[in-house]
């Protein structure tokens, strides 16, 4: 199946280094990069506004009904107005500790570091934290339910009343990226390459479902529309998958290495890669 790019960012309106986050949230799609800066583009990429986020790497993006949320290897996370973007507030400032994932969920913003804590958030104060004893390079939260990654294991813990205690329930074989879709989550094997696909659910222990062998090249990012999961990584190709039948139903071979995607629907998927690289990408 074929594939058409409807929509590319300017020479003078990208990112002068590696796009690293994307983000869709009404209606507007909300990018950060290297080069410090968050950017927000209508859904065919005409730029809206841009900041001065922070001094050094954007790492990821989040967003509730009124707030942005970023994070850095400056030490921080920051809460912008999303009407007017202007800051509100710096929610910790510790240079120390780089803040590697953001995760919004339920009215509550859950933020993991390079030294293994996950910090939960509310209303922009912290009212908890986990220590899951490695680095978190993805999170995904259901639920009491918290799962953590780094590149050899995805853990899973039950959080507990308070904010500060939790059970481990079960570490799974993997490394991120790690995605969720409806009662279902997805991880990379090991090798980076193929992906797993499992139950959320205690009683069957987090059963696997299926395995897909994606990609050639190590993949650095995966989403979700309903059943179907969007692949990209180091072989510059994006991949869309049917988890039901374990199928890839389109390919995509794009110019760059592929470093974050955001879908709308099973037909369409933002890319953003290497200098700077954003585009818009529909499949027939």
């Known amino acids: 199946m074929g594939f058409s790019e409807s929509a590319r960012v300017s020479e003078e309106e990208r990112h002068l280094s590696d796009v690293t986050c994307l983000l869709l949230h009404q209606d507007k799609l909300y990018s950060g990069a290297d080069d410090g800066k968050v950017k927000v583009w209508s859904l065919d990429l005409k730029l809206i506004k841009e900041i001065d986020a922070h001094p050094v790497n954007v790492y990821c993006l989040a967003a509730s009904d009124d707030a942005l949320y970023t994070c850095s290897n400056d030490g921080t996370i920051k809460s912008w107005s999303l009407d007017t973007m202007e800051l509100k507030s710096t929610l910790i400032e510790n240079p120390s500790n780089e803040i590697m994932r953001l995760y919004f969920i339920d009215g509550k913003l859950y933020s993991g570091d390079d030294k293994g804590n996950v910090m939960v958030w509310q209303n922009d104060k912290q009212i908890g934290q986990y220590e899951v004893g490695e680095e978190v390079w993805d999170i ?47 991880f990379m094997d090991r090798d980076g390459r193929t992906i797993h696909v499992h139950e959320i659910s205690k009683e069957s222990k987090f059963q696997a479902i299926t395995r897909i062998q994606a990609h050639e090249m190590i993949v650095n990012t995966l989403c979700f529309v309903d059943t179907t999961v969007f692949s990209g990584g180091y072989d510059k190709v994006v991949k869309r998958w049917d988890v039901l039948t374990q199928q890839c139903t389109a390919t995509a071979e794009l110019e760059t290495v592929i470093n974050t995607l955001t879908a709308t629907q099973p037909g369409t998927v933002y890319v953003g890669g290497a200098f700077g690289y954003l585009s818009k990408i529909d499949f027939q």
């Open 140 to 186: 995904i939260v259901n639920g009491n339910f918290l799962f953590t990654v780094r590149n050899l294991d995805v853990s899973i813990i039950e959080m507990k009343p308070g904010g500060k205690h939790y059970t481990f329930l079960q570490s799974l074989n993997g490394r991120s990226p790690l995605q969720q879709a409806g009662s279902k989550f997805c």
